[in-house]
């Protein structure tokens, strides 16, 4: 079965410091990869996907994030912190096998320093 | 620009109440989703529905729990008899093409918050 693991319910940095966000996975197929954030009173939004190809994926709102299979990891990355950055962070797993849904992690708070 | 609307935003009810969640996907959305979280812990795939069935569905989703697409626009989970520990967000949720084999890109509405008094 699938699961996914991300380190850190609260995450603490400065603003204008690098962000990261860990997250690891178990997948017993090659994996989908995604990570969302949610903004206070809103939904989950797509920040990234990982499906086949380049390891290193961009997304929106300059972050990033990295598969590296033989760590079994996708840790979301971006290099200055904004303000707007504060939000919650879901990293994602698919189900695989032709299954249809989602399993995400139990989220990562960032919160953002003046 | 298009997104999906979920209502109410808070319900409150009873145990062993009925509740209707209300969803309005996307309009060019094919696969419809529901997911939940119970406070604290990790968003959980509940249903897949496509074609007017169920595609997918997870061990949360019991006999207590339907889904129907009654008309073209809305997308609703029926809670039969409502338990505390089915306080929780849910989450709709649709895409134009399955996660399975493309990996298409969900799109989330903000989450209808039920509490089971």
């Known amino acids: 079965a699938q699961s996914v693991t991300q380190l850190g319910s609260h995450v603490s940095v400065s603003e204008g410091a690098l962000v990261l966000l860990r997250c690891n996975y178990s997948?017993?197929?090659?994996?989908?990869l995604f990570w969302y954030v949610q903004y206070p009173n809103q939904g989950l939004q797509l920040l990234l996907k990982?499906?086949?190809?380049?390891?290193l994926v961009k997304g929106i709102n300059g972050f990033e994030a990295e598969f590296k299979k033989s760590e079994t990891s996708f840790h979301l990355t971006k290099p200055s912190a904004h303000m707007s950055d504060a939000a919650e962070y879901f990293c994602?797993?698919?189900?695989?096998?032709?299954?249809?849904?989602?399993?995400f992690g139990k989220g990562t708070h960032l919160i953002i320093q003046p | 620009e298009p997104e999906v609307t979920q209502t109410p935003s808070h319900q409150v009810t009873q145990m062993g109440q009925e509740v209707i969640l209300r969803c309005v996907p996307i309009?060019?959305?094919?696969?419809f989703y529901w997911y939940r979280q119970i406070l604290g812990q990790k968003v959980e795939f509940l249903v897949s529905?496509?074609?007017?069935?169920?595609?997918?569905k997870s061990e949360i989703f019991d006999d207590q729990f339907s889904v129907e697409r009654p008309d073209g626009s809305n997308f609703t989970l029926k809670i039969r008899s409502t338990k505390l520990e089915d306080s929780a967000m849910y989450f709709c949720?649709?895409?134009?093409?399955?996660?399975?084999?493309?990996?298409?890109?969900?799109?989330f509405g903000e989450g209808s918050r039920l509490t089971v008094l």
């Open positions: 949720a649709s895409s134009v093409v399955p996660l399975a084999g493309v990996a298409g890109e969900l799109f």
């Open positions: 997948s017993s197929v090659p994996p989908y």
């Open positions: 990982y499906t086949t190809g380049a390891t």
């Open positions: 994602a797993v698919s189900l695989g096998g032709g299954a249809d849904g989602l399993t």
């Open positions: 309009s060019n959305h094919l696969y």
């Open positions: 529905f496509y074609n007017n069935e169920i595609s997918e």
